[in-house]
């Protein structure tokens, strides 16, 4: 026969398992409203009949829960009488013995209300298991808040390190594409630009573009990334030639100390006559796309930036033909891995790219793009970039 001391102690551990479950399906979102939510379906049916939460920043609810279907219509008539409960300290709301508030508090901030009610009179164990998930509850939508808001800050500063838009380029088709790695919780290192230069002696328009992969991420990569395309736009708007911009830009990684992060860059620049310059450092070669079909490298490799001090870069002169396609990319592509096989092994993207021929900027990267999302089934951990230009005619 079981004694009361030991039905009392199954309670207990019935009641604690609850409150550990609860803790972990709290703890299995960084989604607020999903917080909220979760929060009544904890409460009702277990300890409560119906279950009303509010946020912080909302008159109305944020969400109804109720046993019985039926009684929704009635329940939502008496919020819109009673309105929103007062924050604080647990207080009546309706009858003390039918109904109660109880605060979503978290490191001092008052995250909004949970108003829960029953039938008949609370029991005070259940009155304290509800302030327990409530106080747990808080905790987890305070981290919800934070990680959104951190994410959205990191969102923020990526985009305002991509350009915001493309030039007009006439007589050529550009397209660019980017992708960071992962949901944008962290800013990546790649990045890319195109925008116009002063003409050159003889009056001709000309463009400069970018594309470049910051060792790392976070706000340290993320500095360095705004150091190179800003500088990059600055000392080209100052006439400097190609390869002197680099130089500089090396300069300045060089300067920023522990601060500075290796950077891979490609440099160059295009005439309204097809002219076309060129400087990789250290970054994946360029890829010339024929009207037949034939992919062949457009530069040849020198020192990435930010390690050696005193160097001098040299440029790599061609003409981009009509029909003829610049494909430029960052390693998220070249090194998308499957296994222990890379995407660029083996001249895959030569392969892929090969396949393209006769398309619009558009439509390379996009193939491409796809190329890289079906090679492997696993997600990417690197940030992707590409930058397209192709001649018209």
């Known amino acids: ?42 409460v009702v049916p277990r300890l ?34 009673e309105g929103r409960p007062a924050e604080g300290p647990p207080v009546p709301w309706g009858n003390t013995d039918l109904a109660c508030t109880i605060p979503l508090v978290a490191r001092g901030r008052t995250l909004g209300v949970i108003c829960v009610g029953r039938s008949v009179k609370f029991p ?56 960071p790695a992962g949901e944008g919780a962290e800013v990546g290192g790649d990045f890319y630009d195109v925008f116009t230069c002063p003409p050159g002696p003889d009056g001709e328009p000309r463009w400069r573009f ?16 705004g150091l190179a395309r800003h500088a990059l736009r600055i000392l080209s708007g100052e006439g400097m030639p190609l390869p002197d911009v680099v130089e500089r830009l090396n300069r300045l990684i060089i300067d920023e100390g522990p601060r500075g992060r290796l950077l891979t860059l490609l440099h160059g620049e295009l005439t309204a006559s097809g002219a076309l310059t060129l400087v990789c450092a250290g970054h994946p070669l360029p890829l010339i796309l024929a009207p037949d079909g034939t992919v ?10 930010g390690v050696i001090e005193e160097i001098e870069f ?5 003409t981009l033909r009509p ?55 696993e997600p990417g951990h690197d940030d992707m970039a590409i930058v397209v230009l192709r001649a018209n005619g």
């Open 1 to 42: 026969m079981t004694t009361s001391a030991e039905l009392a102690d199954r309670t207990w551990r019935g009641w604690m398992t609850y409150v550990a479950e609860a803790s972990e399906l709290l703890a299995g979102t960084l989604d607020p409203g999903g917080i909220v939510a979760l929060t009544a379906q904890i």
């Open 48 to 81: 409560a009949d119906w279950c009303v939460a509010y946020t912080a920043e909302s008159t109305s609810p944020a969400y109804v829960w109720h046993t019985d279907e039926d009684r929704s219509d009635a329940l939502k008539e008496l919020l819109a009488v």
């Open 124 to 179: 005070p164990d259940h009155y304290e298991l509800a302030e327990e998930i409530v106080r747990r509850a808080a905790l987890a939508l305070d981290n919800a808040l934070l990680y959104a808001e951190q994410k959205a800050t990191s969102l923020a500063l990526q985009r305002s390190l991509l350009p915001p838009g493309l030039p007009d380029l006439p007589g050529f088709d550009v397209a660019v594409s980017y992708r």
């Open 210 to 225: 970018a594309i470049g992969d910051v060792c790392g991420t976070g706000p340290e990569a993320a500095s360095v990334t």
């Open 296 to 305: 062949t490298e457009a530069a040849n490799p020198q020192p990435l930036l």
């Open 314 to 318: 040299t440029v790599d002169n061609l």
């Open 323 to 377: 029909g003829h396609v610049l494909f430029s990319c960052t390693d998220g592509v070249t090194e998308r891995r499957d296994g222990d096989v890379l995407l660029g092994d083996a001249d895959g993207l030569e392969t892929i790219l090969a396949r393209c021929a006769g398309l619009s900027a558009g439509a390379v990267a996009a193939a491409v793009e796809r190329a890289v999302d079906e090679f492997s089934a």
